[in-house]
């Protein structure tokens, strides 16, 4: 049984930006630099990329197998059901959950939420975004739960959109407001005030979003593969257009 199991969530089938997965950064696909970003967590102790059993998503399959990470395969839509069987199969106490469309996991972040995480007793905590005014980049962190509110959630929810949208389940980030049907204990850390700035948004939905990313990997990349967030604020201040 595992302590902590990162969850890389991935598809081809992007409605806003189909097949981002596989595009590339700096010759690297995006869902490689995830996993080479990630490794460097040190109290991750197993990942997985969780895709579909769709043929287009053989691809994924494929990365996965060439950066010596398991895949897993299952429901297309119903990304709830495919968190839990993958965590379910893993026999993981805790989950972090990670859209592959973040392309700059900061690993020391994620080792902070996790130990906040267990040291509170919390059932969610995440710092993947300006949560609870935690002043975070969007897009440099993770969300974590407890297998057990993963569990509950899976035997008692039946609206689609929570379904597709776990962190629903837990917390709205649109609307910020915790979900009022579950009772479950929440929490975010502080960031950094050396990197605090939630008005920067590093995840990828879009081709302009994608481009902004392709341009920090082109910068830093090929002669800094372990560049951070505070590189990446440099150049958002020098070099963004």
Known sequence: ??????IIQARMGS???PGKS???LAGKTLIAHIIERVKRVKFIDKIVVATTHLAEDNIIKKICDNENIECFRGSENNLLERYYYCALKFKSKN???LPADNPFPEPEEYDRLIT???NGKYDF???ICNFLDNGYPDGIGVEIFSFESLEHIYFNQNHLTNKEHIGLNFYDYAKD????YYKFSIGTIQCPKDFSRPDIILDINN????KIAEDIYKYYYYTNSNFNIKDIIYWWNEYKK
């Open 95 to 97: 989950i972090l959950r």
């Open 207 to 210: 081709l302009e979003e994608f």
């Open 22 to 24: 596989a595009m590339k």
């Open 15 to 17: 409605t806003r930006l």
């Open 116 to 118: 906040f995480f267990n």
């Open 177 to 180: 407001t915790k979900n009022p």
């Open 1 to 6: 049984m595992y302590d902590n199991l990162l």
């Open 125 to 127: 905590c995440s710092n």
